[in-house]
């Protein structure tokens, strides 16, 4: 292995004493602290200011956090943490976090709530749920989710016969990715990480994906490592973003006609025979198919649909095959753009599998080898599912994390069965979900909205109960399966204690258990100790040992774990029916879809409108940090992005503030504009999350725009039920 | 004694801002101030743009303005080169904030003196480097000692072009910028 930096980092900080000056001096959690005297304690744990879930170490002076630092021994985090890692102590101590269980008083929205007890609260709800329950059948009770604490509350609803949970994350993010690699490859191209070897990778191709901008740590350090290294970058985004910048290619892309440079890029591969024959030989099915079905994708047709000049498209992807198989193109993240998506990453993977990236060095890594016992701690099976669960709609792709829209759906229209009661885990939903309108009339639909969360957000503002969870700071979690290019685990444990009358969730779904008469499905034992028993009984199946996870390293390897790369003794499996990557893809055509992806084209905007694409800061995640004391200092608004010749068309300058109305008419919060060189003429663009509307979050509110009032229009992919919403257009109206 | 400076290498800087979060931490540095800051520069016309990212924080420098200027020998050099601000003899009468070519310092209002970076000298006394650097997501600033031939930093001037910020004023400053931009197709 190369002598990287971050090994040479690593080494020096193994190292203890001398002249050389350690990263971050770790020895132990505990003989540091003991090093240290005083007050002064270290808590190894898991950050949760946005879900990379790096390794933190919380540093404690007199009960209070005072610092946080990244664990150097957690592969997500290498001794380091990111901006909002590093402001994690902000959501700690802000003022406005929800502090004690709430019932509405009124009507809903209007914000007045009386304080309650927890057993008041909860017995509030379980009465609620029991109550729907008979009257419609479990099912009736939904749940969305982001984050740990979804977990505690599934259980509750799988305990009670409901299976009607579904997560952003899939329909409104990375799902639609992970199916169309499983369709390729029979495995998501990463689950704790994408599995991209970056820190090897000679080429980089990324395709919307805004790295620096899009802060996941360890992902990011090694992008970095591979840039200060000299490989090339090819970005492909109609916006000259960090990554951009770092580029030897940008490609400004006409928005919404990625898949036509990919097809074509696969034609250039085939047709000039430039891919890896021995690998596609080996490992895949279906080339001679996909050979004929990009035939038509020539780079004349491609530079016109893109808009790109022919000759970068052929020059990119020569430098891509140069170097291959030490070139990845990154699978990317957020997917939900067109409504076409699966098939942009189906184009995506089988690229990679024409360069053979999987299992080579530089390209993406194989899935780490480990087996965990399975743990369940003597609870019995979940009893079936009452009804069917709707969380697939009439997609036949849709993953087991559900399709967030088709429950909404059908709380609206109360077909095929109603849907009467809501848990919010973790999630904004009128922020995370398109068209708010919708999320509105489903809310409006219910006899329960539960929310559980840390912050008073729009969302939380609506709920009939309000149960206030402590932060990631203040509570334990379940032992988290980390897989990088080793498997590990890691652990999330309190530096303090809980704040105001705040609960972790396990606490909250176990007592909920409790009331609802399902005590087989609480947490085994009684008081704030229970959860923390429960976690030695999952280290000891496991085989891990629980005091040196939890004092000492706040992370353990599983030994023998790290296979990374393709030899002779290490052959990659695909899961797929034909147990190799499916070029051509059989099930998808079984189900009427095209097995090879084909181009559709996108509607584009109308003449003086602009798409509206979104993205992300590194100090921000989603809408859950902008009320958070130094990240929202470093920023507090968002800008919209506006090409330079466009604003002087409009008159509109730099800094000035403007709205944007969509073509529904919807209008959103004035904003700061943006007037630049770095983005097409054709669309504006903001960081998603802004432009709260939740007074309670005094310093969030009102500040910015939200790009999500704005996307009242969505596509749904028809394979997967993804929710395109790069299909709004917008209209800039001057402030006065 | 060493001698500390620090190396910021831009084409490693991805323009996270955990630097900026980790300096308000450690430093306790009060609201809407900054000890150090990433700026992102750039230049041309599309399609055509390059990016400058460029950290910056207190120079350190050898012939400090500051020191000189300061007229309570609050602002001094250390004997490990570093330039630090004596808090009990400070008055706050600012002349360091005008006399720094580097818009480096400002005033701490809720303690009424001038304030910036110290390359964390608490830090570096138990052995650790900044705070800044120990969280550097992108690598990009690396810290050390000018006098270890062997450091890091040693090593990497020795070997690559850099520069300095306003080299030609003749401060002599102790942060040295590295970068090469990727030659664009």
Redesign the interface.
């Known amino acids: 292995m190369a002598f990287s930096?971050?090994n040479?980092?690593k080494f020096a900080a193994m190292s203890a004493?001398g002249?050389v000056?350690?990263?971050?001096?770790f020895i132990s959690a505990e003989a540091r602290a003991k090093a240290e005297g005083g007050n002064v304690k270290y808590v190894p744990t898991s950050c949760e200011m946005c879900f990379w879930k790096c390794g933190a170490i919380a540093k404690v002076v007199d009960g209070k956090v005072?610092?946080?630092?990244?664990n150097p021994y957690h592969p997500q985090s290498r001794?380091?943490?990111?901006?909002?890692?590093?402001?994690g102590?902000g959501q700690l101590y802000d003022e406005d976090r929800l502090k004690h269980p709430m019932i509405l008083e009124g009507k809903r929205g209007e914000g007045k709530y009386r304080k309650a007890s927890w057993d008041e609260a909860l017995d509030y709800v379980a009465k609620k749920m029991k109550a729907i329950a008979a009257k419609h059948g479990p099912e009736a009770i939904a749940m969305m989710s982001h984050g740990s604490s979804g977990d505690y509350i599934t259980n509750v609803l799988k305990a009670m016969g409901s299976r009607n949970i579904a997560f952003p994350s899939f329909a409104q993010c990375k799902g639609i990715r992970d199916e169309a690699w499983l369709l390729t490859y029979g495995h998501k191209p990463g689950s704790s990480c994408e599995q991209v070897d970056l820190e090897n990778s000679r080429v980089i191709v990324l395709i919307g994906t805004h790295?620096?901008?899009n802060?996941h740590?360890s992902q990011?350090?090694e992008?970095?490592?591979a840039?200060?290294r000299?490989a090339?970058?090819i970005c492909v985004d109609p916006r000259?973003s960090?990554?951009a910048?770092?580029?030897?290619?940008?490609l400004?892309i006409k928005p919404g006609t990625d898949t036509a440079l990919l097809l074509a890029w696969i034609n250039i591969v085939i047709s000039e025979e430039l891919y890896d024959k021995e690998y596609v030989e080996k490992y895949t099915v279906g080339l001679e198919e996909v050979k004929e079905a990009v035939k038509k994708y020539t780079p004349e047709w491609a530079a016109q649909e893109t808009e790109l000049p022919m000759r970068?498209i052929i020059?990119?992807v020569h430098?891509l095959c140069r170097y291959a198989p030490n070139v990845v193109v990154h699978p990317g993240r957020h997917y939900s753009w067109y409504g076409n998506d699966t098939q942009r990453a189906r184009a995506v993977a089988i690229l990679n599998a024409l360069l053979g990236t999987w299992g080579r060095k530089g390209g993406m890594w194989l899935p780490p080898k480990a087996k965990f016992a399975k743990f369940n701690d003597g609870a019995p099976a979940y009893p079936p599912a009452s009804k069917p669960p709707l969380i697939r709609g009439d997609f036949p792709f849709a993953g087991g994390a559900g399709v967030t829209q088709v429950l909404r759906d059908a709380t609206i229209t109360g077909n095929p069965y109603p849907i009467k009661a809501w848990f919010v885990a973790g999630t904004n939903l009128m922020k995370a979900l398109p068209n708010q309108e919708k999320t509105q009339d489903a809310i409006d639909n219910l006899d329960l909205l539960v929310a559980v969360d840390i912050m008073p957000t729009e969302t939380v503002m609506l709920a009939d109960v309000i149960l206030p969870e402590c932060t990631y700071l203040e509570r334990h979690d379940g032992l988290y399966k980390i897989k990088t290019r080793e498997a590990g685990v890691a652990i999330r444990q309190p530096a303090v204690e809980p704040m105001y009358e705040t609960k972790p969730a396990w606490w909250i779904g176990s007592e909920l258990c409790k009331k609802l008469g399902l005590d087989q499905y609480a947490v085994k034992g009684n008081g704030m100790d229970a959860w923390e028993g429960r976690m030695r009984r999952q280290a000891k199946a496991w085989g891990i040992d629980f005091d040196k996870l939890s004092k000492d390293t706040g992370y353990v390897t599983i030994p023998g774990s790290e296979r990374p790369y393709i030899t002779a003794d290490n052959q990659p499996f695909f899961d797929t029916f034909s147990e190799k990557i499916n070029l051509y893809s059989e099930a998808l055509e079984e189900e009427g879809f095209d097995p090879v992806p084909q181009y559709e084209e996108v509607e584009q905007p109308p003449k003086d409108m602009f798409r509206l694409i979104y993205g992300r800061s590194?100090?921000h995640t989603f809408s859950r940090t902008i009320n958070t004391?130094?990240?929202w200092?470093?920023q507090k608004e968002n800008e919209v992005w506006l090409?330079?010749k466009e604003a002087k068309r409009l008159g509109v300058k730099n800094g000035q503030y403007v709205r944007l109305e969509n073509q529904d008419g919807m209008r959103c919060n004035k904003i700061k504009a943006k007037v630049?060189?770095?983005?097409?003429h054709d669309c504006v663009y903001m960081v998603h999350g802004f432009g709260h509307n939740a007074p309670q979050m005094t310093r969030a509110d009102g500040s910015g725009a939200d790009d999500q009032k704005l996307i009242t229009k969505y596509i749904e992919d028809p394979i997967t039920g993804g929710t395109g919403m790069r299909v709004n257009f917008v209209k800039i109206i001057k402030e006065a | 004694m060493p001698r500390y400076a620090m190396v910021i290498d831009q084409s490693r800087c991805i323009g996270c801002m955990a630097c900026v979060v980790a300096c308000k931490r450690e430093n306790d540095v009060p609201p809407e101030h900054y000890r150090t800051r990433v700026l992102e520069m750039v230049q041309g016309t599309f399609p055509d743009l390059t990016t400058e990212m460029r950290s910056e924080l207190c120079n350190h420098c050898d012939k400090a303005p500051c020191v000189n200027i300061c007229p309570t020998g609050a602002s001094h050099h250390e004997e490990d080169g570093t330039v630090q601000i004596d808090r009990k003899k400070c008055v706050g009468c600012k002349a360091c904030i005008t006399s720094c070519p580097y818009n480096a310092r400002h005033i701490n209002k809720e303690l009424g003196v001038a304030d910036k970076c110290t390359f964390c000298q608490h830090r570096l006394i138990e052995g650790k480097k900044p705070a800044c650097v120990a969280t550097c997501v992108g690598g990009s600033r690396i810290f050390g000692d000018l006098d270890d031939p062997n450091s890091e930093i040693s090593v990497l001037l020795r070997k690559t072009s850099h520069r300095v910020l306003k080299k030609s004023i003749g401060t002599g400053p102790n942060v040295y910028y590295i970068n090469q931009y990727p030659t664009r197709s």
């Open positions: 930096r971050r040479f980092l004493g002249a000056l350690a990263d971050t001096p005072v610092k946080l630092e990244g001794g380091k943490l990111c901006a909002r890692g590093q402001g102590i790295l620096g901008e802060m740590n990011n350090q992008f970095a490592e840039v200060g000299g090339k970058i000259y960090t990554a910048s770092k580029s030897s290619f940008w400004p970068q020059e990119s430098e590194p100090v004391q130094w990240l200092e470093l090409n330079k630049t060189e770095r983005i097409r």
